[in-house]
């Protein structure tokens, strides 16, 4: 059962399922845009990947780092909001979020990690309660990055 609840956890993180995935929602997004605010929001589209990358670096040194300093919420999970992003940071971001993204899918295929276990760092959460936070966090903010380039006109033509 326990190789069975790895193999669906990766899919869960790496593949879309019943919603849309990373790589679709940033699919050919007009750079130019990346720190245009949505309209009535508070960030940009920048911003919101950001913290998607912040949140999921976060529970990754959770899990993996033998000594976890807890961050300050809501401060250490969102970039400043003042701070423009280049072109290169944008990449950097989605590159960090697949470097991390590829730890945890290892940290789940690893014939050692124990999924019920309890984090080392932690107050009593286990491996799959972090992995689950991880894939419901990302998804929902995927679900609000399409709905916001929608609202901001940055899909182009889309096939379907």
Do not use: C
């Amino acid at each position: 059962m326990e190789e069975e609840l790895k193999a669906r956890l990766v899919e869960l993180l790496t593949n879309s399922q019943a919603h849309m995935g990373f790589d679709e929602a940033i699919k050919d997004f007009p750079l130019s845009e990346i720190n245009t605010k949505f309209p009535h929001g508070e960030y940009s589209a920048w911003g919101l990947l950001e913290h998607i990358r912040l949140s999921q670096a976060d529970i990754w040194e959770f899990v993996a780092a033998p000594k976890y300093t807890e961050k300050d919420w809501p401060k250490d999970y969102w970039p400043d909001p003042n701070l423009k992003a280049t072109t290169k940071l944008w990449q950097e971001t989605i590159d960090q979020y697949y470097a991390d993204l590829k730890n945890l899918v290892n940290l789940v295929n690893d014939p050692k990690t124990d999924l019920a276990a309890r984090v080392p760092n932690g107050t009593g959460q286990t491996f799959l309660r972090e992995i689950l936070i991880v894939a419901d966090h990302t998804a929902y903010h995927i679900g609000e990055f399409a709905i916001l380039r929608q609202v901001m006109g940055t899909w182009g033509e889309r096939s379907s």
